[in-house]
């Protein structure tokens, strides 16, 4: 069964440090999405991306986030300066279709730990 | 703005017995829901989903859903709880706009044996 795969599965890292974290998409799906959960928190919405562009971004997608489809599998997310409070969870989902009709299918999840 | 709220944030049943997670519904016209289910280390995974139509939703791993309009509620039931269903449930509205879920703050299942 395709699957999204998301690596890597933790990452620890300083304050102030870039941070990439990397998504594979199921293959034939054309809608890409970030995610969050804040540890004891609810999933948050962070993003979507569709024809190689954003097509909605939450208030906590700021300029220090930016993602990216450098290639035709993967999908990236960057923080650039990392803050003790992006410790998360980041939930990577991809869609066949647009809109609520269309099922998100979301990956393992990249842990990160800001110190 | 849409929303979800789940009221029960950790229910623990025994295993063979029945279950019902509570999720309410503030949407401002027929809202689409769902039920997500998040085992430990595991991706979030869509156990079921409502449109439109039957109220009542049948899903995978013998989950079933109902729409209540008149009580804003769409809660997952299960008559049989298996010891692996422990994870963690999150019931999803969309969200303003069409491209994204609002998930509510997941309740949390533990099975007793």
């Known amino acids: 069964e395709p699957e999204v795969t998301q690596t890597p599965s933790h990452q620890v890292t300083q304050m102030g440090q870039e941070v990439i974290l990397r998504c594979v998409p199921i293959?034939?799906?054309?809608?890409f999405y970030w995610y969050r959960q804040i540890l004891g928190q609810k999933v948050e919405f962070l993003v979507s991306?569709?024809?190689?562009?954003?097509?909605?971004k939450s208030e906590i997608f700021d300029d220090q986030f930016s993602v990216e489809r450098p290639d035709g599998s993967n999908f990236t997310l960057k923080i650039r300066s990392t803050k003790l409070e992006d410790s998360a969870m980041y939930f990577c989902?991809?869609?066949?279709?647009?809109?609520?009709?269309?099922?998100?299918?979301f990956g393992e999840g990249s842990r990160l730990t800001v110190l | 703005a849409q929303s979800v709220t789940q009221p029960d944030i950790h229910i623990t049943v025994s295993e063979g017995a029945s279950l019902e997670l509570r999720c309410n519904y503030s949407?401002?016209?027929?809202?689409?829901l769902f039920w997500y289910v998040q085992s430990p280390g595991q991706g979030l995974q869509l156990l079921l989903k409502?449109?439109?139509?039957?109220?009542l939703v049948q899903g995978i791993k013998g989950f079933e859903a109902e729409f209540k309009r008149s009580q804003s509620s769409f809660n997952l039931r299960k008559p049989s709880v298996h010891w692996s269903d422990a994870a963690e449930y999150f019931c999803?509205?969309?969200?303003?706009?069409?491209?994204?879920?609002?998930f509510g703050g997941g309740t949390r299942l533990m099975v007793k044996p």
């Open positions: 989902a991809s869609s066949e279709a647009q809109g609520a009709t269309g099922e998100l299918f």
């Open positions: 293959s034939n799906h054309l809608y």
């Open positions: 991306f569709y024809n190689n562009e954003i097509s909605e």
């Open positions: 949407y401002g016209a027929t809202p689409y």
């Open positions: 409502y449109f439109s139509g039957d109220t």
């Open positions: 999803a509205v969309p969200g303003n706009a069409g491209n994204m879920l609002t």
